[in-house]
């Protein structure tokens, strides 16, 4: 296959060039495959099932460098998958002695299963080493922003005051959730051994007096989790992946739709590290990473309910239910590596402006902080007076561009209440820095 033949990832920056993109490349499918394929007789040949030659003949036979990876492309047409022919060429690679223990006992599913959990196995690492830098960066921006106050906004509108410490903090909570949730699944991905129609039937057939303690020594072989039972049309773990990188993929759009919405010019709260050109317009510095995070959040629902969709299995082998699963598992695998990756970039060079944030605490004219007069006021008026008085002062500030405070010190009614100190909007950001310190108390 040539360069301009294989999938790079032209029209796709946010995983291109990511360790995610090499480990779910083609070369990289094929390598699990041939991996499973080796595994498969190793594992045989511990249980006395296969000579430990013929282990040795087909782990040096599977190397991927003696296969072309575009023909077994095309030729997977044939029998809808690539391991029928796979297992062609690594039998004629092996040699007519040790031939016939590749593949011994086993169903193309078995093979493109497991091949499938190496690939996520392998993909995961550096994904969660990517969420790891960015719990870092994150926690390191909610401590030193703990105080910083800023505009809480709801239905994008200004609410009351929070922090950028608590904000940072949100952040990686979701960080650690997605990592949390990854780390399980990924520890539970399974290898796949069942046979024809998941009974081990063939094993048997072969000599095994307990043919169920050979997906046992398979899975050790490959470094996976044991199966309880083949899961061939129960597809838990494939849903399970689908649900923990959909939730990955989501908490870090979430983390770059804020940074989007905060980086806009007429807001300019953060900024991008080193932010991207334009073709068109010299002075623009886009918010790249961000945008990649966010494209990849919108794609990623919809690969999770493909994933999903394949429970719905019929038999003891589907046709199609798990044909489907392959382009979308790799599409999330590599949304999400590239997500990862760009949101440790983004959270390491995020600059804050925390000059800009106390400059919009006083775009409302002092209303931001309405609800704590209101509260406390009506003590003082009786909440029926508060409420009425807060209302016209409101409505005063608004269209003769006064200050909140200002119009509350000309009131009579409320000469013996030190009001600068209510209209302080950094006085008013409850416990956003209590609340700030136990998220960071989580590891």
Known sequence: MTSADSDTG?????????PAAAETADAAFLRALLDAEAA???????????????????????DPAGF?????????????????????ELTRAVGAEHGPYVHRGATSQ????????????????????DL?????????????????????RTLTQHAVPTTFGLKAAGWRSLVLDARDRMTAVRGSLPAQLGGAAGTLAAFSAYGAADATALPGAY?????????????????????????CLAFAAGALGKLAVDVLTLSRTEIAEVAEGSGGGSSAMPHKANPVR????????????????????????????????????????????????????DAAELTEGLRVRPEAM??????????????????????????????????ELARRAYQEGRDLGELLIQESELEEIDVSSLIDPARYTGSAGTLTDRALERR
């Open 40 to 62: 498969l007789t190793r594992a045989q040949a511990a249980l006395g099932l296969a000579p430990a030659g013929a282990a040795t003949a087909v782990t040096e036979a599977a």
């Open 132 to 152: 790891d830098r960015c719990r870092r960066a994150l926690a390191r921006l909610a401590a030193e922003h703990r105080d910083t106050p800023m505009p809480g």
């Open 68 to 88: 072309d990876v575009a023909s077994l492309a095309v030729r997977a047409r044939g029998g809808g998958n690539p391991v029928i022919p796979l297992v062609a």
């Open 10 to 18: 032209l029209l796709a920056p946010g995983w291109a060039g990511s």
């Open 219 to 243: 899975a050790r072989e490959l470094g996976l989790a044991e199966p309880l039972l083949p899961w061939h049309t129960l597809r838990t773990p494939v849903a399970d992946l689908a649900g």
């Open 358 to 391: 106390r400059d919009h605490l006083r775009l409302t004219h002092g209303l931001i902080v309405s609800e704590r007069l209101s509260a406390e006021l009506a003590p003082v008026l009786g909440r029926a007076r508060a409420k009425e008085l807060l209302t």
């Open 290 to 341: 961000s945008t990649l995070i966010v494209a990849a959040a919108r794609r990623a629902p919809q690969l999770a309910a493909t994933l999903y969709g394949s429970l719905v299995a019929e038999d003891e082998r589907p046709a199609g239910a798990w044909h489907a699963e392959w382009e979308p598992l790799r599409d999330l695998l590599r949304l999400v590596g590239g997500a990862a990756r």
């Open 110 to 129: 078995d093979v493109m299963d497991t091949a499938m959990m190496l690939v996520a196995h392998r993909a995961l690492g550096p994904v969660l080493a």
